[in-house]
């Protein structure tokens, strides 16, 4: 897949649809009976990329502090959603070390690699940082979580709602009308190619988690290292 232009292709359509007030609000977010719960493996940003990422998000918030903004700590990138979040999932329903296992192995012999996050995308019911890996090294990974968890008898919904392929990070959802939608946009256009910062990947988490990752909601059930960067020497 070509990043750069899936980003593209899907900011354009999505900014046309916001435009015509043709975009998805989402009214669970502050909902107290909410019980989706799943569990996720995936990347968390550093601080200093996170704090460029929250400086953007102020600037939204002054001109509509409606919507809902990720806070620092709920920021990731999804690896693998290995079972997508449902009603009346529960952690003890699932051998956490069967999956850990699983998991170790699919990341074998697997490196660290960069991420940039530059740019902003949007669909039709929030606005995304874009993520770019420098290597095929994220989809390699998927491609072994897909093939081990599939010939297991674990519980998984692995690409059952779709097949996860970016790298990037959801900021903002809409959970409300927009309140000023022509300064929101003018707001996302002024940070559309913006340079966040870049990362290396060390480590993978796997996390019992709602719908939108929310700290204070979430269960860390194990961390993943990755090797350093392959050399070559004479």
């Not at 990347?43 to 996170?50: M, Y």
């Not at 600037?59 to 920021?75: G, H, R, V």
């Not at 290995?82 to 009603?87: A, K, L, Q």
């Not at 900021?171 to 996302?188: D, G, H, P, S, Y």
Request: proline content about 2%; glycine content about 4%.
């Amino acid at each position: 897949m070509n990043l750069t232009e899936h980003y593209k292709e899907l900011y354009e359509s999505s900014i046309r649809k916001i435009e015509n007030g043709d975009y998805v609000t989402d009214s669970l977010i502050d909902s107290p009976v909410d019980k989706r719960f799943g569990i996720t493996l995936l990347i968390r940003p550093p601080k200093e990329v996170k704090d460029e990422i929250e400086s953007f998000l102020e600037e939204l918030k002054q001109i509509d502090s409606s919507q809902y903004y990720y806070p620092n700590a709920d920021i990731h990138i999804t690896v693998m959603s290995i079972i997508s979040c449902y009603e009346g999932f529960r952690i003890d329903q699932i051998s956490v070390t069967d999956y850990s296992n699983l998991i170790q192995q699919s990341l074998k012999g697997m490196d660290k690699f960069e991420i940039k996050f530059q740019g902003i995308t949007a669909s039709d019911s929030g606005i995304m940082i874009q993520g770019f890996p420098e290597n095929e090294m994220l989809n390699n990974m998927r491609n072994n979580l897909r093939a081990k968890f599939k010939n297991s008898n674990l519980e998984q919904s692995i690409d059952r709602r779709y097949t996860i392929q970016t790298a990037h990070a959801t900021t903002v959802r809409f959970r409300k009308e927009l309140q000023n939608i022509k300064a929101f946009l003018a707001e996302i256009e002024k940070f559309k190619n913006y340079d966040f910062g870049s990362f290396e990947v060390k480590e993978f988490e796997l996390v019992f988690n709602d719908w939108y990752q929310r700290e204070q909601n979430s269960l860390l059930l194990g961390k993943f290292e990755l090797q350093q960067h392959s050399t070559t020497t004479n």
